[in-house]
């Protein structure tokens, strides 16, 4: 059969196609509403139906991993936080955690309890951006309006602590830039109880919603062997019944005390759909809140203390390497540190979750209708920039 090749967005191929041919190229993207940003689809269509879909990335490219070696040890913070912009705080974690471990430095145990809160406050926003989004994708405008309106309390203690709305730089190597403004855990409390009353609304308009269910069920099915071969984690791997969080499997932070261990749970589902990973998305955002509960409880009963430890004017990693990765909001975010003695990284490889999971994309869009890839890619819950790194 001839190929017809039809384009939709920025960079699109020319139609080239005869009367009767039945396979044609789609492009979305790069510049399409439905890919979250710069990331395009090359598709091969028989009718509706997906015969092959290959994701083309690099256009939010910056050379993040280029730039660490250009940047000291306190200046690199700046640049990882930016590849996720939903997970700043949880970025940051990885490098500084990394650092640490090269020097044999040990975390006042208040820093470390502040990190863990600040950590599923963050974990919080990322997941309340993709109850809203997903649905506005699938015709549904309201759960936006109730997502934002939780993002945005939550986004205000945030940012009274850190100074940031986005991008909190506010982790330091052996610790926090400062302790926390007086009064802010009962804030704290005060937006977490706020967030918590709000959940309800999405098991009501969006997981009872008959429409909603019928786009997502049994639709954009990944199993456990996909996810496990593409690397695929987070949610999304949950959501096909692997069984894997770094915070109960290597707890690092607060994560391996008993006052979280009891209230960790690691939310699994078995039907690896887009409705499975909307649920799993939902219950991880609840227990993430009873999570900081357990933290601000705790930090409550700390006695005051130091959040960081006293650094030279020139701070430099001896020579080696290690490898520290965290439980981000949408996977596995890993550092491969390599150091010469030197104030910068020799080599800071960035293992980012978004990249492994958006290849699974190949696996899941053949087979299925072009009504419903949209609701296949917005399930996947990823951020472009965190793909390109």
């Given at each position: 059969m001839r190929e017809t090749t039809v384009g939709i967005g920025a960079g699109a191929e020319n139609f080239t196609g005869t009367a009767g041919t039945t396979d044609m190229v789609l492009n979305i993207g790069p510049q399409h509403p439905a890919t979250h940003g710069v990331l395009r689809l090359r598709m091969l269509l028989d009718g509706e139906?997906?015969?092959?879909?290959?994701p083309v990335i690099g256009y939010m490219h910056r050379g993040a991993e280029k730039l660490f070696e250009a940047r000291d040890y306190r200046q690199i913070i700046m640049l990882a936080n930016r590849h996720d912009w939903l997970s700043a705080f949880s970025n940051e974690l990885g490098v500084v955690m990394a650092v640490e471990r090269m020097l044999g430095m040990e975390v006042p145990e208040r820093a470390v309890w502040i990190r863990t809160l600040l950590a599923e406050l963050n974990r919080v926003l990322n997941h309340l951006m993709f109850l809203g989004s997903y649905p506005l994708e699938l015709g549904g405008i309201t759960p936006v309006f109730h997502a934002f309106n939780g993002r945005e309390d939550l986004q205000h203690v945030l940012e009274e602590a850190s100074g940031g709305r986005m991008h909190y730089m506010f982790n330091r190597v052996g610790g926090l830039k400062e302790d926390l403004p007086a009064g802010w855990l009962g804030r704290v409390r005060a937006a977490v109880a706020t967030v918590r009353s709000q959940l309800p609304v999405f098991e009501d308009l969006v997981l009872g919603n008959e429409i909603f269910r019928a786009r997502t069920a049994g639709v954009g099915v990944l199993t456990r062997a996909q996810a496990e071969a593409y690397g695929v984690s987070g949610p999304i791997a949950r959501a096909s019944g692997l069984d894997l969080d770094l915070r109960r499997d290597e707890p690092y932070l607060a994560y391996g005390t008993e006052e979280l261990r009891r209230v960790l749970t690691v939310v699994t589902r078995e039907e690896g759909d887009c409705l499975a990973?909307?649920?799993?998305?939902?219950?991880?955002?609840?227990?993430?809140l009873d999570l900081a509960d357990a933290c601000l409880d705790k930090l409550a009963d700390l006695p005051p203390g130091p959040v960081n430890q006293r650094l030279p004017k020139v701070l430099k990693a001896p020579e080696g390497s290690t490898y520290a990765w965290t439980e981000n909001p949408l996977g596995i975010n890993g550092y491969y540190l390599v150091s010469r003695g030197d104030k910068t990284p020799w080599r800071l490889k960035l293992r980012s979750a978004s990249f492994n999971n958006i290849q699974a994309l190949t696996e899941l869009l053949p087979g299925t209708l072009v009504a419903d890839m949209v609701a296949i890619l917005g399930s996947m819950f990823f951020v472009v920039g965190d793909i390109d790194k």
């Open positions: 139906r997906i015969v092959s879909a290959e990973r909307f649920e799993c998305l939902l219950e991880q955002t609840l227990n993430s």
